[in-house]
């Protein structure tokens, strides 16, 4: 029974169809989001609140939409970048701040 588990996951593993491997990419863009919400300390600070961090990344959009756009991305940038310098990720720092 536990080989056949194992065959299983190595195919789904494996599997290279399209919607698969665009499933695979969402998620682990996904995952990574959820990291970048953990780094900047809002799992904590907010006790983990979920409302709170959607209330947070709303406004955030809200800001974003508004005519300040463009000095607000790049002061979000150099602060992102500043974080990733002063405590960055080993295997995703270098990724994060080129994207």
């Known amino acids: 029974m536990a ?11 494996n599997d290279r ?28 600070l907010t006790d983990d609140d ?3 961090i959607l209330g947070l990344l709303s406004d955030c959009a809200a800001k974003l939409r508004g005519p300040e756009r463009d000095q607000m991305l790049l002061l979000w ?9 002063q405590s960055p990720n080993p295997t995703q720092a270098n990724d994060s701040i080129e994207r």
């Open 3 to 13: 080989a056949k588990h194992r065959l299983l996951a190595i195919r789904s593993r």
């Open 17 to 44: 169809r399209d919607w698969i491997v665009k499933r695979r990419e969402r998620t682990r863009h996904l995952i990574e989001l959820g990291g970048l919400v953990a780094k900047a300390g809002l799992i904590v």
């Open 50 to 52: 979920r409302a709170v």
């Open 77 to 85: 940038q150099r602060r992102g970048r500043r974080a990733f310098v």
